[in-house]
């Protein structure tokens, strides 16, 4: 009997990649819980985002979830609420969740850069993408979350996540909607941030990422029923 679509996924990944661990500075050490963690992420100061920054954003959701999501950075009003996925990507990223039939108060988020990076201009503050030593400094709390939170998987949500998460640059648009297995064993569905659906300006080509999306996050159901 040929497998079916749940079984081809579950039995992904096609390769598997090694990873190599961020180190505590001198005055860090690791936290017994998400809580603690939070709690010791907010004097971070691993690299220099945190002197703009409004407050470091930590990821939210339960400390037994069975996939983390993980984006690139807060944005504006992440930055100043303190909460991740709050703004415009976020409300995409929700919507597209609950048709997916994903419940977001069972998964956990967060993002590989934990402060916001801007340029400003006039009023606004621009997102500013971060950079390979600014995702290196912050791997330090990625890799605690994941120790931590245990999950099933991970799901890498644009370039900056995959980074953190892989060790290395990926060709996003190539390998999306793969699973790479680390050496930890911890398995990676790759796929875009949902802010590129809201940069898109002509609504069909806007509808169509959208569905495309949204068939990554049905994937991603199945593999964590799988």
Known sequence: MAPTGLQREAKMPARRVSIARAEPTADEAKAGSITELREAAKSCRRCPLWRDATQTVFGEGPDDAQVVFVGEQPGDQEDLAGKPFVGPAGRVFDAILDD???????????????????????????????????????????????????????????????????????????????????????????????????????????????????????????LMAA
């Open 100 to 222: 997916a039939g994903v419940d977001r108060q069972k998964v956990y988020v967060t993002n590989a850069v934990k402060h916001f990076k801007f340029e400003p201009r006039g009023k606004r503050r621009i997102h500013s993408k971060p950079n390979a030593g600014e995702i290196q400094a912050c791997r330090w709390w990625i890799d605690q979350e994941f120790d931590l939170i245990k999950p099933n998987i991970a799901v890498a949500l644009g370039a900056t996540a995959a980074t953190s998460l892989l060790g290395k640059a990926v060709p996003v648009m190539k390998m999306r909607g793969q699973v790479i297995e680390r050496e930890d064993g911890l398995r990676v569905f790759v796929t875009i941030h949902p802010s590129l659906i809201l940069r898109i300006r002509e609504p069909a080509d806007k509808q169509a990422e959208r569905d495309r999306f949204l068939d990554d996050m049905r994937k991603v159901k199945r």
